[in-house]
Each structure stands twice: as C-alpha cells, then as structure tokens.
C-alpha cells in the first residue's frame, strides 16, 4: 500500500500537519504529496511548471482536496481534474471546513466522490482519517490508469 501516493491539496499548514498527523497515527503509510494552492495542484497533476519533469502516469490513489484555496479555488481544481481523460476516474475527497450548502452541492455536481468536513477536534478528525483511510485506500477498487491517447 506504501507506493499508492495521496495527493494533499491544503493551504493551511495547520490543517496540513493536522492531516498528515492524523493518517499516520493510523498507520496509513503511503506516500503524502502536499500541494499548497489550487495552480500547484494543476501543475502537479499534468506535469507542468515546477513540475514538468514528473512522471505523469504517477498519479494519486486520492486526492484530498480543500476548497478554499488561493490562485485557484477547489471547485475549478476539481473540474479540470475532471475534463482531463487521464484524471477523470481519480477518487477526489472534498476535506474542507466549508459549511456551505453551496459548496456541498458544487462540489458533487462537478464530481467530487466524497465530501467531508474537517472535524474541528483532533479525536474526531482521527476517526475521520481512519474510516477514508480504510475506503480509499484499501477497500475501494480504482479505475484502470488512463493513458493520453
């Protein structure tokens, strides 16, 4: 399971050690990608800008996405992750502290898989690790990679 990398896109170092601490205290070992704007994870995803030299069939098993990002926001993130045929399959989570009707609605009209909403005490947070720990990474079955054709 180690080489299944998760793609972290927070802008918020607090919520990001938060994160990252919570998945390891549950044994979750894959690799962790942070990416800290909305742009950074574009780049990152279709091997642009800093990083043009990535492999690109080296993508995420999942994708933990915020929504309020600086440069470009989580929903535009999640519909051109979505419009791109080599990204359209992956498992995106919605991890925001949104409590917006709104954004709850976006977020699954343009394909998101999941939406959760961070938990502001660390046990719950702990626990919400754990469960998409268990779901997306061991017991959820990915889509085949897709190739540029």
Known sequence: MEDKMILIVEDNPDDEILTIRALKK????????????GAEALDFLF?????SDRDPQDLPQTILLDLKLPKVDGLEVLKRIRANP???????????????????????????????????????????ARQLGLYWLILNEAPPLQRDE
């Not at 925001?96 to 909403?117: F, H, I, M, P, W």
């Open 26 to 37: 549950n044994n979750i070992g894959n690799r962790l990608v942070v990416v800290r704007d």
């Open 47 to 51: 091997c642009a800008g800093a990083y």
């Open 86 to 128: 080599r990204t359209g399959l992956l498992p995106v989570v919605i991890l925001t502290s949104s409590k917006e009707e709104q954004d709850l609605l976006q977020s699954y009209r343009n394909g998101a898989n999941s939406y959760v909403r961070k938990p502001v005490d660390f046990n719950e947070f702990l626990e919400a």
